[in-house]
């Protein structure tokens, strides 16, 4: 009995100190002085460990100001239950920490408040959506099961496409199935993901699926990136940078969380009216409005919100020979 109160006690303590350095930890990185410049009349500023580099962007609110770590947990509140397949993998200090990267360069740090929540809304949408493990009956309803997993569970293939084995070619072993955030699938795109990021993911793919810093980064860096030249990034859509042209009008793409669909996934999901696929992406991206206190109203109306009528940017094979 003695020994048992003594454990609790010392379990008590050990919590107590934790939470003591986390807020220690946090204090110390809030009173991170922020520096100014101006240079051509544009205001430059750099928050340090947050949003680092002379930025127009780090002038404004970062991610932490306004996400915090009891949002991520209401967003993904069952990631952790038992039946899900990437318990204890996924966390807020990941996220933020992946995300810090891409904030000097606008990410969750364009245009006011409420964008910039929007933004951070809509790329977990997608995250929540493309990890669930959520169903019809599942507890706490199938939109609460969002980063469930972190990797393709049954790969029917290896993924190697040898187009690109001059460019990204294969490691022998290695298999380029989905894993991360926003799934990463084929040797050329772990090979692209790979460059960008300075991490040889051709030769070691598996990085994805045990680093969770390292599978959002590449996540908000397929967020950030154009697919093609002269195309939009799914940020610049969703923010408002894109300018559409008059094909992109004629073929119903216009700036808004429905062409940041039109982008990463193309036809799989857009230009097929209310299909399931696009739908549960959009539920994802509203009920996470929802949590974050923000109203739908501002998703706005079905065609920007949606890519149902939408002609995809880059058809696929398979798209093209059946029309």
């Not at 696929?277 to 994802?284: A, D, P, Q």
Request: proline residues 5%.
């Amino acid at each position: 009995m003695e020994r048992a109160k003594r454990n609790a006690i010392v379990a008590i303590a050990l919590v107590i100190l934790a939470v003591a350095a986390a807020r220690v930890e946090a204090q110390q990185e809030s009173n991170v002085k922020t520096l100014v410049k101006y240079k051509h009349g544009k205001k430059y500023c750099d928050k340090g460990w947050e949003c680092k580099g002379w930025s127009i962007y780090c002038c404004n609110l970062t991610i932490t100001d306004y996400f915090q770590t009891y949002q991520f947990e209401n967003l993904f509140s069952k990631r952790n239950s038992p039946v899900a397949h990437a318990v204890g993998f996924w966390d807020y200090r990941s996220f933020i920490a992946a995300a810090a990267l891409f904030e000097p360069l606008g990410f969750g740090t364009t245009g006011n408040k409420t964008t910039q929540m929007m933004e951070v809304a809509a790329f977990l949408g997608h995250v929540g959506s493309k990890t669930s493990c959520g169903y019809g009956v599942a507890t706490g309803g199938p939109l609460a099961w969002g980063l469930c997993y972190n990797h393709e569970m049954s790969p029917m293939q290896s993924y190697w496409d040898d187009y690109f084995k001059l460019t990204y070619p294969c490691t022998p072993g290695a298999d380029y199935y989905g894993r991360g955030a926003i799934p990463i699938f084929w040797n050329y795109n772990y090979g692209a993901v790979g460059e960008a990021l300075k991490v040889d993911l051709l030769s070691h793919p598996e990085y994805i699926e045990q680093n969770a810093t390292l599978a959002f980064q590449a996540a908000i860096w397929r967020w950030m990136t154009p697919i093609k030249k002269y195309q939009p990034s799914a940020h610049d859509a969703f923010v408002g940078n894109w300018k559409p042209t008059k094909n992109d009008t004629l073929e119903n793409r216009v700036p808004g969380f429905g062409t940041t669909m039109n982008i990463l996934y193309g036809d799989e999901v857009c230009g097929q009216g209310d299909v399931d696929t696009m739908n549960n992406i959009v539920s994802h991206y509203l009920y996470y409005l929802d949590l974050l206190g923000l109203t739908r109203d501002q998703a706005g109306p079905h065609e920007p919100l949606t890519c149902a009528e939408q002609v995809s940017f880059n058809p696929s094979s398979k798209a093209a020979s059946s029309t």
